[in-house]
Nanobody, 120 residues
Framework: QVQLAESGGGLVQAGGSLRLSCAAS????????MGWFRQAPGKEREFVAA??????YYADSVKDRFTISRDNAKNTAYLQMNGLKPEDTAVYYC???????????????WGQGTQVTVSS
């Protein structure tokens, strides 16, 4: 069974940077698409970024600040976050599926989440 594990979350001041990692393990360690989602207290889970083989997609709220990437040799996906704002505070989840999508229902596997807190 495929498992995903996020890491790299923590506390950071506004304007700072963090890089989240998502390591895959199990019977299938590579996928057609990877995605990142986040959920803040009292809010629904929302799309952040996704990538396919050669394509990348971003939510308007993070475009030009966040970058999604993947290292297939390491079976790991990344989310580089620059210029962080307090409104970026949330639990961040990675997901894997057959194709990139903004709808979380289209992904087959999910990580447990990692907390990102941005102070003003």
């Amino acid at each position: 069974q495929v498992q995903l594990a996020e890491s790299g979350g923590g506390l950071v001041q506004a304007g700072g940077s963090l890089r989240l990692s998502c390591a895959a393990s199990g019977s299938a360690n590579s996928f057609y698409a990877m995605g990142w989602f986040r959920q803040a207290p009292g809010k629904e889970r929302e799309f952040v970024a996704a990538m396919g083989r050669d394509s990348r997609y971003y939510a308007d709220s993070v475009k030009d600040r966040f970058t999604i990437s993947r290292d297939n040799a390491k079976n790991t996906a990344y989310l580089q976050m620059n210029g962080l704002k307090p409104e970026d505070t949330a639990v961040y989840y990675c997901a894997a599926g057959l194709r990139p999508a903004t709808n979380g229902r289209e992904y087959n596997y999910w990580g447990q989440g990692t907390q990102v807190t941005v102070s003003s």
